[in-house]
């Protein structure tokens, strides 16, 4: 499964980006698909994931309310929302991948089998 990330770019504090995920296999509708970011000096961390074969949904406490993950399963792509930008959102945001999650997991980067090349976000305040 290849995966295409975009939509990132400068951002003033208090403004919005849109991310975009496309998934290249057909068999995505299955799959877990989640956004990650990382900070320069810092670890990876868990923003968002979405079940693409229903409605769940997760998020990381530091973004819930400001982000909304969503998804358009015709187009296997993923997307989130990205509202009320803070500085401390400057990260490069990384979509991931991967048909055999549980919910527990979906948080752990390391259990995505599936990576895209990510997309810089910086927000200047």
């Known amino acids: 499964v290849q995966l295409q990330a975009f939509g990132g770019g400068p951002v003033q504090a208090g403004g919005s980006l849109r991310l975009s995920c496309a998934a290249s296999?057909?068999?995505?509708?299955?799959?877990?698909m989640g956004w990650f970011r990382q900070a320069p000096g810092k670890e990876r961390e868990f923003v968002a994931a979405?079940?693409?074969?229903?409605?769940?949904?997760s998020y990381a406490d530091s973004v819930k309310g400001r982000f909304t993950i969503s998804k358009d399963t015709t187009k296997n792509t993923v997307y989130l929302q990205m509202n009320s930008l803070t500085p401390e959102d400057t990260a490069r945001y990384y979509c991931?991948?991967?048909?055999?999650?549980?919910?527990?997991?979906?948080?752990?980067?390391?259990?995505?089998?599936?990576w895209g090349q990510g997309t810089q976000v910086t927000v200047s305040s």
């Open positions: 979405i079940q693409l074969s229903d409605r769940a949904t």
């Open positions: 991931a991948a991967d048909g055999h999650l549980i919910r527990s997991s979906w948080a752990q980067s390391a259990q995505y089998d599936y």
């Open positions: 296999d057909r068999t995505a509708w299955r799959m877990v």
